[in-house]
């Protein structure tokens, strides 16, 4: 198990560079390969499919109702958050303090990562990997949202600052403008890191 603990780390360090909008979450599954070291050779191969599948959570929240709030945290909802900058890190805890309607409106993204974490761990542990990378794509398409700054706070949308429209501005128009900006600097970063 401990042989594919890089797998992780690659997924998440490549998503603390690149995150965000459909370009953004493809960006992240095509430049994977900068942040493998040669252990992780075996999956040169998955780049390409983390790619085509990084926005596939997305594309669940249409068919899905339990999708949408795995995409998001509004943490400042929280009054505990609001009074001590914290709270509980179980979504049971969490249950315990408020009724599930006011959990899901202010969405599990942490949650739903620590979930996607533990069934890419199972898939590795049994060596399925076609389900494998479905689900490392989908760990890295949580992790990036949960990069993203709209997606942990209430005013998501600017809504309560006179910026409606901000988060499709920042998260996807932002990468389309930037996005070779983007992939220069990750991958001469990528370079550096030895995994």
Not at 38 to 54: D, N
Not at 77 to 87: A, V
């Amino acid at each position: 198990m401990r042989k594919y603990f890089p797998a992780y780390c690659f997924l998440i360090l490549s998503v603390l560079f690149l995150s965000w909008g459909w370009k953004g979450h493809r960006l992240i599954g095509t430049n994977t390969m900068l942040f493998l070291n040669e252990e992780m050779s075996q999956f040169s191969h998955w780049p390409e499919l983390l790619s085509a599948h990084a926005s596939d959570a997305d594309y669940r929240k249409g068919s899905d109702p339990d999708e949408g709030p795995r995409h998001y945290l509004d943490i400042d909802n929280y009054p505990e958050f609001d009074s001590t900058g914290r709270i509980p890190s179980t979504l049971d805890s969490i249950y315990l303090i408020h009724h599930p309607n006011f959990v899901e409106d202010q969405g599990y993204l942490p949650w739903a990562t620590e979930t996607t974490y533990d069934s890419l761990k199972a898939c590795f542990q049994r060596g399925d990997w076609d389900k494998a990378v479905l689900v490392a794509a989908d760990l890295g398409h949580y992790v990036g949202d949960a990069h993203m700054p709209l997606h942990i706070t209430r005013n998501y949308n600017g809504k309560f600052t006179g910026n409606d429209g901000i988060h499709s501005r920042y998260e996807s128009d932002m990468i389309e403008a930037f996005s070779d900006k983007i992939i220069s600097m990750t991958a001469k970063f990528g370079k550096r890191i030895n995994l």
